[in-house]
């Protein structure tokens, strides 16, 4: 009976060897997305004042481990016996994307009343500030839920024809390293100017190493965020048009000579833009039927 238990023991211990193995492999393979991930979500994350940003940030790391809970199972469930329903989902939650993206393009080009950059407390009054919050939150958990379902169908790709427990392992660690990975560094990236005044303050003459990292993470926290955003944006068209050209057949001989990163950038601007524009139809048809009732 020792030895038996002891073999138990080996066999567990091989298990998660080859887990553990398998989640760094399929941890770079998840590499892009991830990176992709960081750049949308912590464009989501910003915005608000010093005091809420990590209270909100928190919201949305929830609301992140809360999709994943919701997506693992039934990811198994469908690629065990509806793997065509995986593809779908995964084709039409790259239409959302796009969309977005093709959204904060043309709100750029052609500016509209919209809420402010920054939830600014003297400027709403408290019960306006907590549903802007609330919108941002939401916002930022369905994309995050979007992204996460690419993120999960990629690393379970990986681990396909294997015993289910080994696929639940792996898939899972990955997506852990991806929710905290992600959120750590947003929350990393919102808190800049504050570790920054901290630098400063610690030292009285105005001089010195500290003082010059401190200024000038106070310095970069706008240009950083301005920046998420631009690249939020491109992120969201990329992810976009990656999934179509990787799961629609009918685009594969389309622009072969094409660089991929260019090809999933056309793709995903032209789907869209088509999807904005539908969108955008339906929205002047409600609006209509509202003013005639």
Known sequence: MASGFFALLDDIAALMDDVVVMSKITTKKTAGILGDDLAVNAEKATGFVSTRELPVLWAITKGSFL???IILPVAFLLSSFLPWAVTLVLILGGVYLAYEGVEKIVSFFVPHKHEPTVIKKHDLSEGDVIQLEKKKIKSAIVT???LSIEIIIIALGTVLGKPILFQILVV???????TVGVYGIVALIVRMDDLGFRLIKTRKEEKGLVVKIGRF???ALPWVIKSLSVIGTIALILVAGGIFTHNLEILHPILESVPAMLKDSIF????GFAAFVVVEFFKSIYKSFIKLR
């Open 67 to 69: 999709n994943k809970l």
């Open 268 to 271: 995903g601007l032209a789907i």
């Open 217 to 219: 993470l106070v310095f």
């Open 144 to 146: 995050d839920f979007i």
């Open 172 to 178: 899972s660690i990955v997506s852990i390293i991806a």
